[in-house]
């Protein structure tokens, strides 16, 4: 395979801040894989790495939400990518949906949801949750993973003969 890391950009996706609860645990992370997997009931899939801590919150509280990154919030797709921050719920502004899962008020819009079950995918879990409620919050174009270029370092993950 030539060069996958950059053919894998041409695949279209967007870029969401996934926030998780567990109570009064709560914490986020960027996805940029999420997508539609039935219309009814509505149910997304979104793909974790099983070793993060957010993994763990999903897994004990059940719920969580996707919130919609525009074009020009790529700071904020860069500081909930990262990984050990002690207070990275400090940025942006916060609102518990009605599972409890937080929303990002910035965001374009979010789908606020329950898990339905897993699936292991490689070195990820594809994990369905089915939608309870979804609101526009805001206008704007939607992010594109392709817009955030090596922001996530994928090319790190990919072989040298890929």
């Known amino acids: 395979m030539q060069n996958i890391e950059n053919i894998l ?8 801040v996934i926030g998780v609860a567990d109570g009064e645990k709560v914490n986020a992370f960027t996805a940029a894989w999420v997508m539609q997997v039935s219309f ?12 993060h801590y957010s993994y763990q919150l999903l897994k004990q509280g059940n719920v969580c939400s996707v919130n919609v990154l525009s074009q020009k919030q790529m700071h904020l797709a860069a500081h909930f990518g990262q990984s050990g921050l002690k207070d990275k719920m400090s940025v942006g502004t916060w609102a518990a949906a009605v599972t409890g899962a937080p929303v990002l008020q910035e965001s374009l819009a979010y789908f606020d949801c329950k898990m339905s079950h897993e699936v292991a995918a490689g070195d990820h879990q594809l994990v369905v949750c089915e939608v309870l ?17 090596t922001m996530d370092n994928s090319s790190e993950l990919y072989s040298a003969g890929s």
């Not at 950009?9 to 967007?14: D, E, F, I, K, V």
């Not at 409620?133 to 270029?149: I, P």
């Open 9 to 16: 950009q041409q695949l279209s996706q967007g870029v969401y």
């Open 40 to 51: 009814s009931p509505v149910l997304l899939a979104i793909s974790i790495h099983p070793e």
């Open 133 to 149: 409620e979804a609101r526009q919050l805001n206008v704007g174009t939607a992010m594109l993973y392709s817009d955030t270029g």
